[in-house]
């Protein structure tokens, strides 16, 4: 394998790693491997048609966890407010903690939103509980669309 190769998948693997480490943006570092590659290679295999079909699905992974948490809150039942409450409980948690604050303040937005609105902490705990699954289960989706995207490239190369 050669150097380029070699320094794409790294920076492929960081992203891979970024999937589940809230601190790295996964599916953009693993279209950047791409795109380092098909730059270092003059387009060769990788097209620019081909990096915004890639580009394209790391936007989707890449945001993933903040309309999946939004989904599963609604489907936890919070209300309209309590979501965009999150947003604002999420901002504010990143700028105090960091990358954990994003989702310690949009559920304890959601929380106490819901818990002012109906006094049921069962609907709370639903609420709240729902943006956590749908924030987990983001995660999946990255790792899903990384390993996607990463096979993608492979074959464009070795097939």
Do not use: H
Request: hydrophobic share 60%; net charge neutral.
């Amino acid at each position: 394998m050669n150097e380029t190769l070699l320094l794409s998948l790294g920076i492929m693997a960081v992203g891979l790693l970024g999937c589940v480490v809230p601190v790295l943006p996964g599916p953009p570092l693993v279209w950047l491997g791409a795109l380092f590659y098909g730059w270092k290679t003059d387009w060769a295999q990788i097209t620019p048609l081909f990096l915004g079909f890639l580009l394209i699905l790391a936007l989707v992974g890449a945001t993933a966890d903040l309309w999946m948490g939004f989904l599963g809150a609604k489907k936890g039942g919070a209300s309209l407010g309590a979501q965009l409450a999150a947003l604002g409980g999420g901002l504010i948690g990143l700028i105090v903690l960091s990358v954990p604050g994003l989702l310690i303040g949009s559920i304890g937005a959601i929380v106490a939103v819901e818990w002012f609105r109906l006094r049921d902490w069962n609907a709370v705990v639903c609420a709240g509980g729902g943006y956590l699954a749908g924030y987990l289960l983001a995660m999946v989706v990255e790792v899903v669309i990384a390993l996607t995207m990463i096979g993608l490239f492979a074959a464009k190369l070795f097939l």
